[in-house]
């Protein structure tokens, strides 16, 4: 069974940094990119970014380029979405998924002062 | 960026009606070399992260219920919901994957009347 399960909950303040991860089990983990996605608290589902685990090659949304850093370590199968600075803009749910449908359970991440 | 529009917001229809959600795109999702659209439907719950319906805009992924049914191709997509059933509330997203960044149509909040 193909699983993504990511890190738990965050709580920092503005300015901090800050990065989570997606572990892949279930299946070889370069057979598909990754991608993070985020959700704002009531509202809807952004793409951020994917990762080929391969050979860690990146695509951004020009949304969120510049902002975060996509990264993998095929070793231990896992993807990581990574913030140097955070904003309190930055609050939310942000998953891992494949193009394929198979999606990380979220990592809620609140930035406040 | 392909820019996708969904229709309506939202949406309240009456158990055992049909439910029907649009989806438009700013251009073509259609991948000429092999006749595929790039175009899914998920269905989020509250707190749960997006389920897969559709993919290539009308294959039903395995283990969705076969009164949802997508079609479409091109530019304009719809999402079906035969027979509506009180476990088919949620709300609805389209995306294309066709081209970078992979975009989402805002959202359809569907209830029951």
């Known amino acids: 069974e193909v699983q993504l399960v990511q890190s738990g909950a965050e709580v920092k303040k503005p300015g901090e940094s800050l990065r989570i991860s997606c572990k892949g089990s279930?299946?070889?983990?370069?057979?598909?990119?990754i991608s993070w996605v985020r959700q704002m608290p009531g509202k809807g589902l952004e793409w951020m970014g994917r990762?080929?685990?391969?050979?860690?090659?990146?695509n951004y949304s020009p949304t969120f380029q510049g902002h975060v850093t996509i990264s993998a370590d095929k070793s231990i199968s896992t993807a990581y979405l990574q913030w140097s600075s955070l904003k309190a803009s930055d609050t939310a749910m942000y998953y891992c998924?494949?193009?394929?449908?198979?999606w990380g359970q979220g990592t809620l991440v609140t930035v406040s002062s | 960026d392909i820019v996708m529009t969904q229709s309506p917001d939202s949406l309240a229809v009456s158990l055992g009606e049909r439910a029907t959600i649009n989806c438009k795109s700013s251009?073509?999702?259609?991948?000429?070399?092999?006749?595929?659209?790039?175009l899914t439907w998920y269905q989020q719950k509250p707190g749960q992260p997006p389920k897969l319906l559709i993919y290539?805009?009308?294959t039903r992924e395995s283990g969705v219920p076969d009164r949802f049914s997508g079609s479409g191709s091109g530019t304009d997509f719809t999402l079906t919901i035969s027979s509506l059933r009180a476990e088919d509330v949620a709300v609805y997203y389209c995306?294309?994957?066709?081209?970078?960044?992979?975009?989402f149509g805002q959202g359809t909040k569907l209830e029951i009347k």
């Open positions: 990762i080929d685990p391969t050979d860690s090659y990146t």
């Open positions: 251009q073509s999702v259609l991948y000429s070399s092999n006749s595929k659209n790039y």
């Open positions: 279930g299946y070889s983990f370069t057979s598909y990119w």
């Open positions: 998924a494949t193009v394929e449908g198979f």
């Open positions: 290539w805009a009308s």
């Open positions: 995306q294309q994957y066709y081209s970078i960044p992979y975009t």
